[in-house]
């Protein structure tokens, strides 16, 4: 805070900017020690979402090479028999906060069993691709989930830095700045109020009658 414009500073000015400058100060502190924490908590979510999407990589390939042998075999008629009786699959995932950020944890994807009615895949190369492809799900949601994680607490990440920045940079400076002119004018204005009492002092103590005789 500044004092309006040709409003000597007072000392409760002073008081305010000291109080405004050691909240900015501890805020800083307290929002660079949630960034350390952030930070490592991005490179881990960073780590873990580049293992899941490799494992997603690694179980679509697995379940295409397992389906174009399935079509070889098969046909196209085979596979459409292939994905009849099989359900919707469902995902479910956890959230943990870091810091106050929340983000999911790692997913769980089921995929209903076939059901008894329905015919079961013409060859075996379908049987495994159905299963790949279970597993490809399975790593996709996984994968789906780590990267959430890891794009939200980014964010955060990216926020709690500007407004570090913003406090290091910006507002500290000024508050800094602000004080260091209101102490300045107080003690010039101290020193000025002390000139005039020794001086009204010294007139007090000539008094009347006091001055050389001849």
Do not use: F
Not at 4 to 21: I, K, V
Not at 100 to 111: F, K
Not at 161 to 186: C, G, Q, Y
């Amino acid at each position: 805070m500044t004092t309006a414009p040709g409003t000597p500073p007072s000392r409760a000015d002073r008081l305010r900017l000291r109080h405004s400058l050691d909240v900015a100060l501890r805020g800083a502190d307290l929002l660079e020690r949630k960034l350390r924490v952030l930070r490592a908590r991005h490179e881990e979510l960073l780590r873990a979402e580049e293992t899941r999407a490799r494992a997603w990589r690694d179980s679509v390939r697995a379940a295409e090479t397992w389906l174009l042998r399935g079509l070889l075999l098969g046909g196209e008629h085979g596979l459409g028999t292939a994905a009849e009786g099989v359900g919707d699959a469902e995902v479910t995932w956890g959230e943990e906060s870091t810091t106050g950020v929340r983000h999911p944890t790692l997913a769980a994807c089921r995929v209903p069993e076939r059901s008894p009615e329905a015919a079961a895949p013409r060859n075996t190369a379908l049987t495994h691709a159905e299963a790949a492809y279970r597993e490809a799900l399975r790593a996709g949601a996984e994968c789906a989930a780590a990267r959430t994680a890891a794009r939200l607490v980014g964010d955060e990440v990216a926020r709690t830095r500007r407004r570090v920045r913003a406090l290091r940079r910006h507002w500290i400076p000024r508050l800094e700045e602000s004080l260091a002119r209101v102490v300045l004018a107080l003690e010039q204005a101290e020193h000025e109020d002390a000139v005039r009492r020794r001086w009204a002092a010294r007139g007090t103590t000539a008094g009347p009658g006091t001055g050389h005789r001849r």
